[in-house]
């Protein structure tokens, strides 16, 4: 878990929740449970109206992802596309 030891490291204490909709997460930063990484393109209106701001880090942190396909499905070409871009960056 790099971030938490990330985090801990610069003297922050960390108790890491893990949400499946992005807007409970929004909500519960919006009412002061905490701080959170988001893409920025996730919180644009809200950055917009004031209700969640964003901070300064100096850090980067590596984010993995996965993809998952039935290899009998049909693909189509946007996301055969995206398997090749994905694929092309590892």
Do not use: Y
Not at 70 to 78: N, T
């Amino acid at each position: 878990m790099e971030l938490k030891l990330l985090l801990e490291r610069n003297g922050v204490k960390t108790h890491i929740l893990e949400f499946s909709s992005l807007e409970s997460i929004k909500q519960c930063v919006k009412n002061g449970l905490g701080v959170s990484l988001l893409p920025e393109m996730a919180i644009t209106e809200e950055l917009k109206r004031g209700e969640l701001v964003k901070l300064s880090w100096k850090s980067s942190i590596k984010v993995k992802g996965q993809m998952v396909f039935h290899h009998d499905k049909w693909r189509s070409s946007a996301i055969a596309a995206l398997e090749e871009l994905v694929l092309s960056k590892v």
